[in-house]
C-alpha cells in the first residue's frame, strides 16, 4: 500500500512563489525517480520536472530557470520550489513516483493532486 499526498497548493499573484510537497507513505522499500506534472482547464497532462537525485534533474522549457524540484528521502518526500509564477502555471499539480513496494518490482503511484492558481 503506497499513498502519495501532495500540498501547498494555493493562490498567489503573478510573480509570486509557492512550494510543493509530495510525501510518500505507507509499505514500501524505497523510492527511484519521482516527478511533477500538472494538468490546466481542457490541456494535456505535461511533466513539469524530474527527479532521480540532486545531479539528476530535468525541467519543461516553460519552467525551466523558474522552478527547482528537489527530494529529502529522510522524509520520503519531494518538493517543486516555484518562483516568478505566471498565469500560465495555473493548473493542477500532480506528484508521481516511482516506487518498489516489494523487492525488485517498482510500480508509478500517483498523488491526487494539489490546485495551484496564479492570478491578480
Known amino acids: 500500500q503506497v499513498q502519495l499526498v501532495e500540498s501547498g497548493g494555493g493562490l498567489v499573484q503573478p510573480g509570486g512563489s509557492l512550494r510543493l510537497s509530495c510525501a510518500a507513505s505507507?509499505?514500501?522499500?524505497?523510492?527511484?525517480?519521482m516527478a511533477w506534472y500538472r494538468q490546466a482547464p481542457g490541456k494535456e497532462r505535461e511533466l513539469v520536472a524530474s527527479?532521480?537525485?540532486?545531479?539528476?534533474?530535468n525541467y519543461a522549457d516553460s519552467v525551466k530557470g523558474r522552478f527547482t524540484i528537489s527530494r529529502d528521502d529522510a522524509k520520503n518526500t519531494m518538493y517543486l520550489q516555484m518562483n516568478s509564477l505566471k498565469p500560465d502555471d495555473t493548473a493542477v499539480y500532480y506528484c508521481?513516483?516511482?516506487?518498489?513496494?516489494?523487492?525488485?518490482?517498482?510500480?508509478?503511484?500517483w498523488g491526487r493532486g494539489t490546485q495551484v492558481t496564479v492570478s491578480s
Open positions: 527527479i532521480i537525485s540532486a545531479r539528476s534533474t
Open positions: 505507507g509499505t514500501f522499500l524505497g523510492v527511484n525517480s
Open positions: 508521481n513516483a516511482e516506487v518498489a513496494a516489494t523487492w525488485g518490482r517498482y510500480s508509478y503511484y
